[in-house]
């Protein structure tokens, strides 16, 4: 490692993967210096695939600069300052090493990694790596919604109280229709795990951000509805249409576990593909000694929030439109009281990342956090094959 990369007024960032993610990520790129006011001007330098007819349209629509046909050659570019990672699970690990041990920074999709052993050595490399001022995040992205960041503003100056309750559900029903075919999210060598990782990650992410909290002890359950599947016709996203012949489903389609916390709360978690009707519904409640608070994606733009020091006679869930420019991040974009989306989220992810870089703060979530909630989606696993509760190591 020469010099820190990224200090010259321009940030280069190369990004491996094009798909949903690698879509949403690149409107972050773009949008986020349109609409905050950045130290360092991210530039769209380069995109990676293996296909290079189909990366040259990629980066076409969406944006980039150039291209290349592996990730090895992104990485070894020195125009790059920023490696992000949009591909599967599978291939996290040895891009973000890689990307780091060559003095990139890198924001890397969730989870973190497919296996606990993949996850810590991540975390070593990026701790490694910060030593030399080469930051790193991984994309727990929901982190970002502003009512959720007003939750944990609301937890942290102490509004809620000492916590006893979290009620987590991430609920969608995509694959509950038996014939909707096989895709990377439904095979465990490339996903790690099904809707336990894929989903079930970013409540274990957000239960621990909101509350302040770390799980210690879980006991769960995994199930799979549906073993095999119509292979793909061609492509196999969230929506793919099934082609000839069947694959195996190698992971859970649902999970569901127990939880206790370090500090005492309990927790109740359900991630599924199967709730039939819910799209994408992330559900949050949190119950305190001081008052409550509840949050749907579905509604992302509002928190309820009950104040339990309020005249018992008026007292009762609040309705708060996170709209206003107290809120975090909100300030940014629209007038007061114009709601924003599920997109937005990644562009304050870049937003904190570019900021974070400037200072020479350690960005979060860090690659130690996605390692802590890799160690609950595997105690989650092991406590569903042996029937035990699990400790999850601190
Ligand atoms: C599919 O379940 C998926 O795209 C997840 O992979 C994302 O992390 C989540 O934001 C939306 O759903």
Sequence with gaps: MTSTPGTAGDLAVGMVGYAFMGAAHSQAWRNAPRFFDLPLHPRMRALAGRDASRVADAAERLGWDSTETSWQALVARDDIDVIDVCTP??????????????????????????????????????????????????????RRVPAIALARQLVSDGRIGTIHHVRAQYLQDWIVDPQAPMSWRLEKDKAGSGALGDIGAHIIDLAQFITGDSIRRVSGRLHTFVGERPLPSEHSGLSGTAGSGTGQVTVDDAATFLAEFGGGAMGVFEATRFAN???????????????????????MNLLHFFDGSEDARTAGFRRILVTEDQHPYVAAWWPPGHIIGYEHGFTHQVVDLVNDIAAGNAPTPSFADGLRVQRVLAAVETSSDTDSWQEIQP
């Design 277 to 299: 009707g819910r799209k994408n519904a992330i559900r949050i409640e949190v119950n305190g000694s001081a008052g409550s608070l509840a949050f749907d994606f579905e509604d």
């Design 89 to 142: 699970g599978d291939t996290h690990a040895e891009i973000a090493i890689a990307a780091l041990q060559a003095g990139k920074h890198v924001l890397c999709e969730k989870p973190l990694a497919n296996s606990v052993e993949e996850a810590e050595a991540m975390a070593e490399a990026a701790e490694k790596a910060a030593a030399h001022g080469v930051r790193s995040m991984v994309g727990f992205t929901y």
